[in-house]
């Protein structure tokens, strides 16, 4: 049976370069890049099943000891995921790009990032509170 990739081509389940090769021997942030490319790849084709198992993984793979920023992340990945869900694809599409290309340019993530981010995709009564160790 074809196996659709990240990219879109139909290929079989075992001739899927990224799935014989990877992730075993990716770092951390090689595996986060390739989760936000199938993310972003799955707004861009309005496939709600891609997308949103791409944020389900990045909202599992969030590492809550990081107070900073994994609470902003998670409503992030949480909204992007709600507007997934209702085949509304522009602000998901917009907030993964961003947090893809900041990760690609290892900027770091910082509440004042995040909350840039929030102020523009996030409902207002939705948006992250300022944390008290960045005033």
Excluded: N
């Excluded at 936000?36 to 909202?59: H, T």
């Amino acid at each position: 049976m074809p196996h659709l990739t990240m990219r879109g081509t139909a290929e079989s389940y075992m001739e899927a370069p990224y799935l014989t090769t990877q992730p075993w021997g990716m770092t951390p942030r090689q595996v986060l890049l390739q989760l936000y490319d199938f993310a972003v790849d799955g707004c861009v084709a309005r496939d709600m099943r891609r997308a949103g198992a791409a944020l389900e993984e990045l909202i599992a793979a969030l590492d809550f000891s990081h107070e900073a920023t994994a609470p902003g992340l998670y409503r992030l990945y949480e909204h992007a995921l709600r507007e997934v869900r209702a085949e509304r694809y522009k602000v998901p599409l917009g907030i993964l790009r961003e947090l893809r290309d900041a990760t690609a340019l290892r900027t770091l993530l910082t509440p004042a990032l995040l909350a840039k981010l929030a102020s523009r995709a996030l409902p207002q009564d939705r948006l992250p509170l300022p944390s008290l160790k960045d005033q």
